[in-house]
Structures are given as structure tokens and as C-alpha cells.
């Protein structure tokens, strides 16, 4: 497990994000996906942070961030039709901010602690998903067990 | 019915037809159409009716059309419906084909091998305009592509025109042009562009599409020397896709260019990845799109 000043309190059960006694969360979107319905994910996950009144730009961020996820979630992930991956989005108050959880019950990552950490060798075509993710969220959980991967990213409303 | 066809494949005699919805794209063609008239010792004749022909010549001028060369020597002339058509005061097939032939001696005179046409058709919309003389135009100027000196791409706006009238110049012209699309759905789009050479892309490009962008790339690269990669109307690019834009800069020789055409959101996650740095790429920058 690897944490980045996590800024807000994150539901500890992923299965009950609202029921945790913070009494600032409740989930505002619950979208499962796979590789065929990233396009309604990104519409969406948009939708969502327009009505957060985040300006455009950062609706952008939000919107590329939450696709990143997802994106890892189908590649690495083992995220399909079958077994999807399942996205939430959810707003806190202290500090304002939302966050981001993507799940899959994919083998996870090996290094969880240094994934995306370093940018990506110019000859590659690919391992910039998690950097993104790094240079655009205000904080970063992940969390890989056998039974699949969490990623909970938090990106405050004003910054 | 008419045969497509890619506007660097047209000839003398050529009568073409290019029905389009994206104003860039037509715009590129038309580009490319008096690209190659100009360096093949034509003279080139513009008539423009949705967009005045100041910013045509801009446009002409951004996609490195050398206007400023070929219209003081007249070999380059851009008019107005007003100015062409309209000129003698009424428009009917008869003086479109008048007009025609003018310009035909005049680019005898100075000494042309021909002439090449850019007609906009949608002057046909305009109140003044007598629809009926269309379809008398296009089928008697049919004689003057026999004798081999003209060359004309007639431009016909899908939102503009009813289906019954496209169908038509679909009809009587022997060619259409169009852009060579690599991949096409309701989201996507990705299209060679002619001038400057490279490939456009717009709507939303993602992981699903990694291998179209890849080849149509490498398409680019192979044709011309230096490419353009047009995202200005891509609203969308993430990771995986922008990894095999990498790939094709890793892949350029030292000397050769890929011009990136991009703003908004695309520009800064690009930044974010460090695309902008890599030797060999520069980026010019549009407005956002959002």
C-alpha cells in the first residue's frame, strides 16, 4: 500500500463508500466499464465534474485522470464485459475536493509504491497512463491484493 | 456515378465533384488542388462563396500554398461569386460557360498549359440564383474537359444542399475527391491531410485505436518527408494513443519533423508526457477546442 498525504477520508469498504460515519461522502457516480464503453465513462465522469462547477480545464484533468484509471484497469486489469471494472466518483467537503476510485479484480501491480513514478523512456510506446495519473492528482492511494487492484486518487476542486 | 478519387490523382480534363461536411477538409483538398496547378505550369482559378476570398487567400497561405508568388503573376486568381459569375450581372448556364471560356484564353494567352478550377457550388442557395441552371451547367461543361485544358473540382456542402441535388452531382460529375479516411466512426475520425502532408485527426482518440493511428502514421512518414499531425479538432488523446505518437518520433530519422497542430486539453496532456520536448517534434498551437 502506498499513500500520498491522502487529503480525505476514503471509504474503507469499497462496497459501502457512504456508510463509514464520515458524514461528508456520498457517492455521486457508480459506473461499472470495460474497453467497449470508455467513451460513456469519459462523458460521464465530465458530466460530473461540470456539475461540481469545476472550470473546463480542470473538467479535462478530472475527465483524462478517471480515463487513465480505467484505461490501466482494461489493459493490466483483466477489466472485461464479463468482469468489468467499476469506477466512483464521489465530492468531500474538508478539504473540497473529489475523488476518484477505480477497481478491477485484476493481478494487480507488482510495485504499486513506484508505478508511474518515473517518466517513461521516449522510445516507449506505452507505461504513461500512472504517470499522468501522478502529475495530475493532489494524491494517489494504491492498493494490489490477490484479489484485485484499488486505485483511490484525490484532486482538489481548487488548485 | 462518379469514381472517387484523391485529389493528387486528378489530371487534365479531370471534372470532379468533392462533397464534404468539414469545412478544414474541403479547405485542405481545395489546398492541395492549387498546390499541384501551380507547380505544374496551370493557372489556377478560385471562385469562393461561403468564405470571402481575403480569407481564402489566408487559407491557402497557412496550408503553404505559395499566393504570394502566384497572385501578382496572375497565374493564381480568387474571386467572389460576385466577381465571377455574377460579374456580367445575370447568372445562367450560358454565361458560366462564357466565363469559363474567358478565363481558358486567358491562361493560353500568358501562357499556361491549362486551367484549373475551384468552383464552390453553394451560390446555387442564394435567392438571385436560378437552381434550374445547375444541372444545364454542369452537363454542357462537360465539352470543355474534352479538350484536355481544364481541370475542375466542384465543392458541394452536405449541409447545404438537399439530398436530391447531391445525388445529382454525384451523378454527373465522372470523379469525386475526398480525403483518404484510415478510420471513420460516430467518434473518431482520422484522415490523411494533404496540405501540409501528415494526417488529422478529431472527436476522441483512445486506446481502442492505438493500431489505426500506428499505421496511418507510418503512412505519413513514408509519403513525405516532414508531416503535420493534426489534432486541432481531437477533443480527446490519452495515454496509450499518445505512446504510439512516441513511437513514430522514435522511429524519425535526425533532420525529419512532425509538426503537432493542438490545443486545449490534447496541447497539456501532451506537455504532461513531455512530447513537446522530444528533438524533431514542434508544436503549433490552436486555440482549445473546449
Partial sequence: ?159 | MATATSVEALGPGDHACLTFSDPDERLDIVAAFVRDGLTSATKVVCVTESIPPERLTAELRDRGVPVADAIPTSQLMIFSTDESWLAGGELTAATMMDRIAGYLDEAERQGYTGLRLSADMCWVNRPIAAADQLPVFESEVGKFFGEGRLTAVCQYDREIFDAVTLAFAAAVHPLAVAAAVYYEDPVLRICRQHTPPGVRIAGELDLGHVEELTLALAEALRLDRDIELNLARLHFMDAAAVGAVFRAVAGLPAGRTMRVRCGGPVLRMLRLVGLPDLPGVVIAETPGDQ
Fill in chain 1, 1 to 159: 500500500m502506498t499513500s500520498d498525504q491522502p487529503v480525505t477520508a476514503v471509504p474503507a469498504d469499497a462496497s459501502d463508500p457512504a456508510g463509514n460515519g464520515s458524514g461528508q461522502v456520498s457517492v455521486s457516480l457508480d459506473q461499472t466499464f470495460c474497453a467497449d464503453n470508455l467513451f460513456a465513462l469519459r462523458n460521464a465522469v465530465a458530466a460530473h465534474g461540470g456539475s461540481l462547477g469545476l472550470p473546463s480545464a480542470r473538467v479535462a484533468d478530472l475527465v483524462l485522470l478517471a480515463h487513465e484509471l480505467a484505461s490501466n484497469s482494461v489493459r493490466h486489469g483483466g477489466a472485461t464485459a464479463a468482469v468489468p471494472g467499476r469506477l466512483r466518483l464521489w465530492a468531500t467537503t474538508d478539504p473540497p475536493a473529489v475523488v476518484c476510485e477505480v477497481t478491477d479484480v485484476g493481478p494487480g501491480l507488482t510495485d504499486p509504491d513506484r508505478a508511474g513514478r518515473d517518466p517513461v523512456a521516449a522510445t516507449a510506446g506505452d507505461g504513461r497512463g500512472l504517470w499522468i495519473v501522478r502529475q495530475i492528482a493532489d494524491a494517489v492511494e494504491i492498493v494490489a491484493g490477490s484479489s484485485g487492484t484499488r486505485i483511490t486518487v484525490t484532486f482538489l476542486l481548487s488548485r
